[in-house]
């Protein structure tokens, strides 16, 4: 840990790391109504109202929500199969119903149902969801990268 710890400092003096903030508590309201923010987004991207890439630039960011995470990669996919769904009407018909069932249920700020988290966690052990840039990221970002 020393040497972890030493290797941060240099890390520090090299990179600027906001300061130090407290780790920050979610309350269930607080996760419900993140629930409810990526319900609009969702429901703002098959509406054509948003763009997915704005949808994502607008996600929230760290909320420990398995629902949150897999809606983040639902709306990844959303936009690498943009192929598929010019080509495909049975596809994009499927693919645009299931995100509107997920929207629909995420906007009573309820979880979605486990068998879909499972179904994506299996694929996804890791959130693609960046999060905010302070030591505490640096330093599991370093851990993993030093396969600690």
Do not use: W
């Not at 929500?65 to 080509?87: G, M, P, Q, T, W």
């Not at 149902?113 to 996804?124: A, H, L, W």
């Amino acid at each position: 840990m020393k040497l972890l710890s030493d290797i941060v400092k240099k890390l520090n003096s090299f990179l600027y790391v906001k300061p130090k903030m407290p780790v920050a508590q979610f309350s269930l309201s607080d996760i419900i109504q993140a629930r409810k923010d990526v319900s609009l987004l969702m429901f703002g991207v098959l509406s054509g109202e948003i763009t997915v890439l704005g949808a994502l630039k607008k996600f929230p960011k760290n909320i420990p929500d398995d629902s949150i995470d897999v809606c983040f990669h639902i709306l990844v996919h959303y936009e690498a199969d943009e192929d598929f769904r010019k080509n495909d009407n049975l596809y994009r018909e499927e693919q645009d119903d299931f995100m509107l069932q997920m929207a629909q249920i995420l906007q009573n700020g309820e979880a979605l149902p486990i068998n879909i988290i499972n179904e994506y966690n299996v694929f996804y052990k890791e959130s693609l969801i960046y999060p905010d840039i302070n030591q505490k990221t640096i330093i599991e970002r370093l851990k993993k990268f030093i396969n600690i």
